[in-house]
DNA sequence: ACATGTGAACTGCTTCACAGCG
DNA sequence: CGCTGTGAAGCAGTTCACATGT
């Protein structure tokens, strides 16, 4: 397939919550003008995100909501369920353990892992805290597709290694760090910091 | 000010980080391309990146890495501090209340909202979380910089319009929603589900 | 008539490459 | 000589505008 950019990914997860929104309140066609205005950027954006995966609409008409959000859900990857390991027991991951939009959109946290001894053995949403010395060995057992990082800055890449080492695909990383994978890992950051310093930056340079 | 991109205060911001590594391991100049490979990034992105706020290195020599810092530090407006506060008392709100790597920064958590009568009049690290039917009041004499939304997309829209006609200038969104603020209010979206199908979609298109 | 799908034009970010200066 | 600072070139993402299909 074509390079598709990051941007028209995100656009794209846009897209299919705003179908879903539609096809809750049960409307059944949508134009690429409704859709742009929902997400704030325009119908001819709409269009050509979409017509890197093919043509869904009909022209004069619009798009059927419920076969696009299929469509898209497809693209996405979202027809089957990802397993999620959390990695890191403290503030942060206990909240993403307990959050159970995850699990509807088919990502579901089959464990928690931590390295301290007072986490280790304790319960979190249900999940029994593993030693994450284990990491390597029960990831080879259980496939994860995904690990969410929730752990210092400080480690953070040693255990980032481990994990790509275990066979490890795609990373989400709250560690304020710069973490290096190989070409073939996945990665994205959500870093607070970072987004409170855009704002920060943003407060002191507008007048 | 010539319009600075976002790509751009994002890097200055792990520039930034970078920098402070340094200053407390004792090196006390660096180069460009010792910045652009601890970033993923090229030399010359750096170079242009600080080009747009000034001439801060050494020709020959390259930066003085306590100089530089200090002038990013200025440029993103980090030699204040911020007034934040956090509207949500779940899971997420906790947790940031609790996270003591915001103040370090420059961001002072100085109130936890909430709307469920569950929660209001509880302890949120050392909180008393607030009602957030007081959200205007108070923010009209405590004069908050920051809003942390870690609240339900349904309402989210609603709560915002509350705190930008209350005054508030720049708000982090954990919602998973796509909200509106006119143009002098500065708004950045941290979506996790969104970014987990961005993952979704790297495993699925990824051979 | 209306809204899609898409080459072409445009905008803006990134990379190049080298002049400038310590 | 080495590394910065920066115009120019290159490239990627967005917007335009219209031919196309219903």
Redesign the interface.
Known sequence: ?RH?A?ST??R???Y??FLEEFEQGGISTVSSEELAQ???TTSAQVRKDLSFFGSFGKRGLGYDVHELAERLRQ????GRE?K?IIIGA???G???A??R??RE???SVIAVYDSSPDKIGGKVDGFTVRDIRNLSRDAQREKP??AVLTIPAEGAQEVVDRLVASGI????SFA?A?L?VPP?V?L?N?N???????????????D
Chains 1, 2 share one sequence.
């Open positions: 397939m598709i990051e990914i995100r794209l997860s846009l299919l919550r929902r997400g704030g693209i996405m990857g979202l990802w999620v403290g503030k942060i206990t909240a993403l307990a959050y939009g995850f959109r088919g990502f597709d995904i695909r795609a990373v989400l304020p710069q290096q073939t996945a994205k959500m607070m910091a970072m987004e409170l310093e855009s704002l920060s930056f943003a407060l002191t340079n507008q």
